[in-house]
């Protein structure tokens, strides 16, 4: 079982920053793809940032230039910078990973409202 918990969520007014954090814990032999997405109320989960456990990313183009997405292979945890913050950001963000021999995992999510 591996758990993944988030933190750095909070409000924030537009411009403003935070820095959103996960930790996996568990019975892990190795972390492959680390990621974040969000959902805001009423619509889908949608995908924000991935990053390899080679370090190769993907951003979505929503967030690209404001949000970065880093991860801590030792310390089995992935960060989310987040810069320039809009209104339309606000959501629930969920860490994911996915697990070698294991599948993928989620975080019970960290809320992030910006207000305008």
């Known amino acids: 079982q591996v758990h993944l918990v988030e933190s750095g969520g909070g409000l924030v007014q537009t411009g403003g920053s935070l820095r959103l954090s996960c930790a996996a814990s568990g019975s892990i032999f190795s972390i492959n793809t680390m990621g974040w997405y969000r959902q805001a109320p009423g619509k889908q989960r949608e995908l924000v940032a991935t990053?390899?456990?080679?370090?190769?990313?993907n951003h979505a183009d929503s967030v690209k230039g404001r949000f970065t997405i880093s991860r801590d292979n030792a310390k089995n945890t992935v960060y989310l910078q987040m810069n320039s913050l809009k209104p339309e950001d606000t959501a629930v963000y969920y860490c994911m990973a996915i697990v070698a021999r294991q599948g993928g995992y989620w975080g019970q999510g960290t809320q992030v409202t910006v207000s305008s």
């Open positions: 990053i390899t456990s080679g370090g190769i990313t």
